[in-house]
């Protein structure tokens, strides 16, 4: 018997419940903000990033040890995503067979969402704050990337739906349902992290600049 995946609810900072009435979780009619439909963020919330550009940050001496692991963090997730997109690849090729392709992909999807879950959780109730005071005028910025966190924590809950309906068909043995699952679990699967690759290069261009212009030790971060 495979296990069903599951992740905790999501636990909403107060300032998500106010961005849920100004901007709904579902792509937005002509809004270029969206997660679906922004190539970059605008630009006059990049002015750190104009001044703290990507390829200064290595070996930036306020790029302390905990944005070191916050990036690896987000690295790893890119990698994770990409390692699920090839196991089902495989799976629909016919290169894993059903019986064995259950056993493999729940518990690494269960990883992959419960490590993502448990770090935006701490992003929203931890570090987000402390950029929101440090730099104001991102305020605008971090509500964006609080709302991406919600829209994300949605897609999770519908790429779980599709997942375990996956998971049943696996287990019934019907092939033709297994194909029709698998076809929505990609589709559910692709929306979620093509949003969350959009999502974490956002954040890293608003976040890293403010730390390489303070340092950990004065954000408190450290």
């Known amino acids: 018997m ?6 905790s609810n999501r636990k909403p900072t107060d300032l998500t419940h106010q961005l849920l009435s100004k901007r709904r979780l579902t792509a937005q009619m002509n809004d270029p903000l969206d997660i ?3 190539q970059d963020l605008p630009q006059e919330w990049l002015f750190l990033l104009r ?15 905990l944005t070191n692991f916050w990036l690896n963090r987000h690295d790893g997730f890119r990698n994770f995503g990409n390692t699920l997109i090839s196991m089902l ?7 894993i ?4 392709f259950g056993g493999m992909f729940a518990p690494q999807l269960q990883h992959f969402l419960t490590e993502l879950h448990n770090h935006h959780m701490i992003e929203d109730h931890h570090y987000f704050p402390v950029f929101m005071e440090a730099e104001k005028r991102l305020l605008p910025g971090f509500e964006l990337l609080e709302n991406d966190h919600e829209v994300i924590h949605h897609r999770i809950e519908t ?6 309906e996956l998971i049943g068909q696996l287990q019934e043995g019907d092939r033709d349902a297994i ?4 076809d929505n679990y990609a589709a559910t699967s692709d ?3 093509m949003g969350l690759k959009r999502h974490l290069a956002d954040e890293e261009d608003l976040i890293v600049p403010i730390i390489l212009s303070r340092g950990e030790s004065e954000l408190g971060l450290s």
């Not at 001044?51 to 040890?65: F, I, Q």
């Not at 194909?179 to 698998?182: E, G, I, N, Q, W």
């Open 51 to 65: 001044e703290y550009p990507r390829d200064a940050w290595l070996g930036h001496g306020n790029l302390g040890p």
């Open 179 to 182: 194909r029709r699952a698998s």
């Open 2 to 7: 495979i296990p069903l995946i599951r992740v």
């Open 159 to 164: 790429v779980i739906g599709s997942a375990n």
């Open 36 to 38: 679906d439909s922004r």
């Open 97 to 100: 067979p059903p019986e064995r």
């Open 191 to 193: 929306m979620l992290l």
């Open 89 to 95: 690849r495989q799976f629909r090729e016919g290169q």
